[in-house]
C-alpha cells in the first residue's frame, strides 16, 4: 500500500510539472537563468567560483540563488562561515519546507545548503528529483539567477543537474588531471546525452595567455573526437595569494579583497555572462522541469 501512495504521489506530481512546463508564456513568471558549476576532478576551486559570481551578479543588482548540488559534502556553507541548522536533506525527506532550509548569505544572496557525510543523497531517487522541481518553482519568481554547484565527477547526479541547466560553466585548472577529467564529463554529456554547448573557466592560472592554451588543448581534443561541440571560453581566474586568505576568514573573496587579479577576473567574467544569452529558446525554470521529467 506504502509502495502505491508513492507512485501515486509521483504521478500527481508528475503531472503537474508536465502540465505547468506547457503553460502558455504570458502565464509563467519571469526569465531567469539556470546555471551549472562543475568540474571533472575536485580541488579546482569550483565551489570558490560559485560564491564570488554570485556576489558579482548581486552587486549588478541580480537576485541570486545558490543550490549546493553536491548533497552529500557542503562546501558552500563552510566558505562562508555559515552554520545552517537545516539542510537540503531536511525537505528531501519531508521534515522541512523549502523557505524554511534557505539560509542568508552574503549581500541579497539566498543559499540552499548541502548535507555532510550523508552518503544516500549522492544518488537521488526519481522522487527526490522531482521534489528539487518544486522546491526551486515556489521562489522561481524572486530570483534571476539560479546558480548550482554540482559535485566533480561524472555521477549520475552531476550529469542530472547539468542536463537540466540552461548553461553550463566547466572549470579547469593547469593540472593534467583536471583536464582530462573536464573533458570526460564534457565527452558523456555530449556523446549519451547530446548536450552540445560548454562554457570553460580557466582558474588558477599564471597569466589569461596560460588560460588560453589551457582552453585550446581542451578545444582541440574535443574538436578532433567530438564533431559538433561547441564550447566558448569563459576567460580564466589567475592564481592570486588573497584567495586563501578569503577561505580562512570564510568570506568571499570580491568582498574581502575587491581590487585583486582573482576578484576582477571573476567580475569580468560574470560580466560577460550577462552580456550573453543561454543557446536555448526558452527564458524560464519551467524548461529545467521540463528536461528533468524528460529525463
Not at 563552510?78 to 536533506?89: A, E, H, I, Y
Not at 540552461?166 to 564529463?185: G, M, N
Not at 567530438?226 to 576568514?249: E, F, M, Q, R, T
Request: with cysteine; charged share 20%; glycine share 8%.
Amino acid at each position: 500500500m506504502d509502495q502505491a501512495l508513492g507512485l501515486r504521489r509521483k504521478q500527481d506530481q508528475q503531472d503537474h510539472w508536465e502540465s505547468s512546463s506547457t503553460r502558455p508564456l504570458s502565464t509563467r513568471n519571469h526569465s531567469i537563468r539556470v546555471m551549472t558549476v562543475s568540474s571533472g576532478k575536485g580541488g579546482v576551486g569550483k565551489s570558490n567560483i560559485v560564491v564570488n559570481l554570485a556576489l558579482a551578479f548581486d552587486r549588478m543588482g541580480k537576485k541570486v540563488l545558490i543550490l549546493d548540488a553536491d548533497l552529500g559534502l557542503a562546501n558552500i556553507d563552510l566558505l562562508l562561515g555559515l552554520t545552517p541548522k537545516f539542510n537540503v536533506s531536511h525537505v528531501l525527506s519531508g521534515a522541512k519546507k523549502f523557505r524554511e532550509v534557505l539560509v542568508q548569505g552574503p549581500g541579497n544572496i539566498r543559499i540552499m545548503p548541502a548535507s555532510s557525510g550523508v552518503q544516500q543523497l549522492t544518488q537521488l531517487t526519481d522522487e527526490q528529483k522531482l521534489l528539487f522541481l518544486q522546491m526551486l518553482e515556489d521562489v522561481e519568481a524572486e530570483i534571476d539567477v539560479l546558480l548550482i554547484d554540482t559535485a566533480a565527477g561524472i555521477s549520475d547526479t552531476v550529469l542530472y543537474f547539468n542536463l537540466a541547466a540552461q548553461e553550463r560553466i566547466i572549470v579547469v585548472t593547469p593540472e593534467p588531471t583536471s583536464l582530462t577529467d573536464a573533458y570526460a564529463l564534457i565527452k558523456v554529456l555530449f556523446v549519451r546525452h547530446g548536450e552540445r554547448y560548454f562554457k570553460v573557466l580557466a582558474n588558477g592560472v599564471e597569466s589569461e595567455r596560460a588560460g588560453k592554451v589551457i582552453f585550446g588543448n581542451i578545444s582541440k581534443v574535443a574538436e578532433h573526437f567530438l564533431d559538433g561541440l561547441s564550447l566558448d571560453y569563459l576567460g580564466s581566474v589567475p592564481y592570486d595569494p588573497n584567495i586563501p586568505k578569503a577561505v580562512l576568514h570564510q568570506s568571499p573573496l570580491l568582498g574581502l579583497f575587491p581590487d585583486s587579479p582573482a576578484s576582477m577576473a571573476i567580475s569580468h567574467v560574470a560580466g560577460r555572462i550577462e552580456k550573453t544569452c543561454p543557446h536555448v529558446n526558452h527564458g524560464s525554470i519551467q524548461f529545467f522541469w521540463k528536461r528533468l521529467l524528460n529525463i
